[in-house]
């Protein structure tokens, strides 16, 4: 198939985008999916087909504002598009009109961090510092030497100087 980058036209409508490439002797459309939102009029079940998912259902789904598509989906009892319900969806127009739904879903990539987390990072940071210092023989020397740096750390409290009662 021959490209033809060179002339493309783009017809925009209320109803779909369509970008026309044509040369000479081929003529292509792309119809691109369009973001709008629009209360449900109809929706009606139209049989099921098979895909590479599994038994998928058909639904023929109007809206208010003229739009009107084929929406697949994975139950038998779609919840997706309720009529009367507003909605946001994708339409991808053409000789076999398609509607998505949108998703308004929005993955948090971190979790809801405690609010000890910092502190107890800086705890066992405070704790391994001891360890280097004073070995792991002594565990209450460890976990005095531990608490002294952690709570420079988060108070900023430097440690007392000790006295030195030695005789000599």
């Known amino acids: 198939m021959a490209k033809c980058w060179s002339n493309i036209l783009l017809l925009c409508n209320s109803s ?3 970008a026309i490439c044509s040369t000479s002797s081929i003529r ?10 629009g209360k449900v009029k109809n929706v009606q079940a139209n049989g099921t087909w098979e895909g590479q998912y599994g038994l998928m ?9 003229g739009d009107s598509g084929q929406y697949l989906s994975k139950s038998q009892n779609q919840t997706k598009f309720v009529i009367g319900q507003e909605t946001d969806y994708e339409y991808t127009g053409g ?9 308004n879903f929005q993955q948090n990539s971190t979790p809801p961090k405690n609010e ?11 704790l391994t510092n001891a360890c280097n210092i004073v070995g792991e023989s002594d565990v209450h020397k460890i976990i005095d030497i531990a608490e002294i ?3 420079w750390v988060l108070t900023g409290e430097k440690p007392q100087q000790q006295k030195n009662d030695l005789p000599f």
């Open 16 to 18: 779909f985008i369509c």
């Open 28 to 37: 292509n459309y792309l119809f691109i999916n369009v973001m709008k939102n």
């Open 57 to 65: 259902y058909k639904f023929e789904v109007e809206f208010e504002n």
């Open 95 to 103: 000789k076999y009109p398609k509607i998505k739904p949108v998703s």
């Open 116 to 126: 000890k987390t910092q502190e107890y990072i800086i705890k066992q940071n405070a």
């Open 149 to 151: 740096f952690s709570k």
